[in-house]
């Protein structure tokens, strides 16, 4: 059976602090790994990683993916009260239908 | 990037009652889903809506609860039917604007019964 798995599943940490969130999956045919921000309602996209070892890098976001050992992370450096929201990992389903698995979430507080 | 539309952002309905969701992209895309969250809860696909047929359910989801339309490429529904307060979630969709890429979801509904 498909699944994600993140840990920690909450963390609250102060302004300026670095973060580290975990997702590992098991998926029998893998194309991609997905992080995504939700702060209300809406999950906004940040990274898709296919290759294991290459770093995707956005201002003061970045992840990397491990095929092998079947996890990614996403760290956040730096981080600002803005940063605040529940992410998100996510795989397509081995059904080749389309259909995201999702983990459940890792809640992040940044406090001031 | 698209624009994707959800509407209505939130309601609050009675039991018994349906409910239709609106989803409009600026674009035409290929693939539209429909995914539900629960109080808590992380997101699990409802169905794929598929422009001008059926739309494929996913286990634990069916037709008569959850009828879904796409009658073109930028366009689609999601009706919830015979409301209960097991109903109440956020209601998304999601569009693949480019084949196996990453899907961009609308704003969401929250949908509340009393």
């Known amino acids: 059976e498909d699944k994600v798995v993140q840990s920690p599943l909450s963390l609250v940490v102060h302004e300026g602090d670095t973060v580290t969130l975990n997702c590992s999956y098991e998926?029998?045919?893998?194309?991609?790994l997905l992080w995504y921000k939700q702060e209300k309602k809406a999950p906004t996209f940040l990274f898709m990683l296919?290759?294991?070892?290459i770093e995707k890098k956005s201002g003061r976001l970045s992840s990397i993916l491990d095929k092998k050992e079947l996890f990614s992370i996403l760290n956040i450096t730096a981080t600002q009260t803005g940063d605040s929201a529940i992410y998100l990992c996510?795989?397509?389903?081995?059904?080749?239908?389309?259909?995201?698995?999702f983990g459940q979430g890792t809640t992040l507080q940044v406090k001031p | 990037s698209a624009v994707i539309s959800q509407k209505p952002s939130r309601d609050i309905c009675q039991r018994g009652t349906s409910l239709t969701i609106q989803c409009q992209v600026d674009?035409?895309?290929?693939?539209m889903f429909w995914y539900r969250q629960q109080p808590g809860q992380s997101l699990t696909l409802i169905a794929t809506?598929?422009?001008?047929?059926?739309?494929?359910?996913e286990s634990g989801f069916v037709i008569d609860k959850f009828p879904i339309s796409r009658p073109n490429l930028t366009f689609s529904t999601l009706t919830v039917s015979n409301m209960s307060p097991e109903d109440s979630s956020i209601y998304l969709c999601?569009?693949?604007?480019?084949?196996?890429?990453?899907?961009?979801f609308g704003d969401g509904t929250r949908l509340s019964i009393l």
């Open positions: 296919t290759s294991s070892g």
């Open positions: 809506a598929n422009q001008g047929s059926e739309a494929t359910y």
């Open positions: 999601s569009v693949e604007l480019t084949g196996r890429g990453p899907q961009h």
């Open positions: 998926v029998t045919n893998f194309r991609s």
């Open positions: 996510a795989v397509p389903g081995s059904g080749n239908t389309g259909k995201l698995i």
């Open positions: 674009s035409q895309v290929t693939m």
